[in-house]
């Protein structure tokens, strides 16, 4: 079971950090994934990350504003995302599964296990 946290309300330009705990195991082996979906829109992909490698992979769009890190210590995977604007407000999601091939890892139809969400919104 996924869980997803560290949304909620900030102005734009602010930060966030979103964590994704699997409660009930370990993501070894794994790859994680963050989406998130907007009012009226459809959820598409944020970034991932392969547990076992630590490669990552984000949206085009986002590139240098996010990073994706894990910790295996904690069992976490955190989506730590800076200059915040409201086309970021959104409810995001943690996903994961195995044996993703790299080429995949965009696809959102390629994750298995989803987490409840956290909202996050952007003023501004």
């Known amino acids: 079971q996924l869980q997803a946290s560290g949304g909620g309300l900030v102005q734009t330009g602010g930060s966030l950090r979103l964590s994704c705990v699997a409660s009930?195991?370990?993501?070894?082996?794994?790859?994680v994934g963050w989406f998130r979906q907007a009012p009226g829109k459809e959820r598409e992909f944020v970034a991932a990350?392969?547990?076992?490698?630590?490669?990552?992979s984000y949206a085009d769009s986002e590139k240098g504003r996010l990073t994706i890190s894990r910790d295996s210590a904690k069992n976490t995977v955190y989506l730590q995302m800076n200059t915040l604007t409201p086309e970021d407000t959104a409810v995001y999601y943690c996903?994961?599964?195995?044996?993703?091939?790299?080429?995949?890892?965009?696809?959102?139809?390629?994750?298995?296990?989803w987490g409840q969400g956290t909202q996050v919104t952007v003023s501004s």
């Open positions: 009930d195991g370990t993501f070894s082996s794994y790859t």
């Open positions: 996903a994961a599964s195995r044996g993703i091939i790299l080429s995949n890892i965009q696809n959102i139809k390629a994750y298995n296990y």
């Open positions: 990350i392969r547990w076992s490698s630590r490669t990552t």
